[in-house]
C-alpha cells in the first residue's frame, strides 16, 4: 500500500509572531489525530522554519530518536549533556533522548533557517543519552538508527534520475526539494509517502529539476 500525504494537508504549528512556522505531518501537540500517531518508527516528521534570531528555548525529551536534517540555513544546537554544534545542510544530526535530556534548538545566524526533524520509538526504553552529528552525509550510505530498528537514506536526483526505493516493512519517503514520481503519484516538496508492503518501488525525479529525498527503511513498529 502507498499513502500519500500532500504538505498542505499537514498539521499548522509554531509561533509565527515569534518567527517560528512548524508543519506537522503526525499528530503533534494540541493536533491530535488518533488516527495518525506512527507509522513504522516514526512518531513525528516537522518541517521547522525560523527566522533568524527565532528559536526553541531548553526543553525536555525522553525516549525518542530525534534525527535532524538541515535544509537551509545553521541550526545551533545545546543540551544537557554538554553538547553544542552548529548543523547545517548535509549534516545528519541525532539526538538518543534515552533516560531524559534537554535541549535548545535556534537560529542564530542570519538567513532563514529550514530544517527536518524526525522522531522515532526506540526499541527499549531507558538508557543514557547520546549526540552525533555526521558532517556531509553521502547518498550512499545510509545512516543507521539502530536503537529504533531504522536506516535514513538520502537521496538527491539530478533531473529525470531514477532511485530504488528499500525493500522493507515500512519505508517513509518525505520530499525536501523538487517532484518525484512515485508508482503514479506525483509528489511535491512537502509531500510524504507510507509504503507498506510494496517491493521494487522506484522514484523518477521530475524532468525539471533536481531532487532531494529522505527515505526511512524500518523493520517494524
Known amino acids: 500500500m502507498i499513502d500519500v500525504r500532500r504538505s498542505g494537508d499537514r498539521y499548522r504549528g509554531g509561533e509565527p509572531a515569534a518567527g517560528i512556522e512548524s508543519f506537522h505531518a503526525f499528530s503533534f501537540g494540541p493536533h491530535f489525530d488518533p488516527d495518525n500517531l506512527r507509522f513504522g518508527a516514526i512518531l513525528a516528521c516537522n518541517e521547522e522554519r525560523l527566522a533568524p534570531g527565532a528559536g526553541f528555548d531548553e526543553h525536555p525529551h525522553s525516549h525518542t530518536e530525534i534525527v535532524t536534517w538541515v535544509v537551509e540555513g545553521e541550526l ?10 552548529r548543523v547545517r ?3 545528519v544530526q541525532h539526538l538518543s533522548a534515552a533516560g531524559g535530556v534537554r535541549h535548545v534548538e535556534r537560529n542564530d545566524g542570519t538567513e532563514p533557517l529550514t530544517f527536518v526533524q524526525m522522531w522515532l520509538a526506540p526499541l527499549s526504553p531507558g538508557g543514557d543519552p547520546s549526540y552525533e552529528v ?18 535514513l537514506h538520502i537521496r ?18 518525505h520530499v525536501v526539494r523538487g517532484e518525484v514520481t512515485l508508482a503514479g503519484n506525483q509528489l511535491a516538496p512537502g509531500d510524504a509517502a507510507r509504503i507498506t508492503g510494496e517491493p521494487d518501488l ?3 525525479a521530475s524532468p525539471e529539476g533536481a531532487v532531494e529525498l529522505l527515505v526511512w527503511e524500518m523493520a517494524g513498529a
Open 76 to 85: 545551533t544546537h545545546r543540551d544537557t549533556t554538554g553538547h553544542a554544534s
Open 89 to 91: 545542510p548535509g549534516d
Open 134 to 151: 555526521v558532517h556531509g552525509i553521502a547518498d550512499s550510505t545510509p545512516y543507521a538508527v539502530p536503537e529504533a530498528g531504522a536506516l
Open 156 to 173: 538527491r536526483l539530478d533531473p529525470s534520475e531514477r532511485t530504488a526505493l528499500p525493500d522493507a516493512p515500512f519505508v517513509y519517503v
Open 202 to 204: 522506484e522514484a523518477i
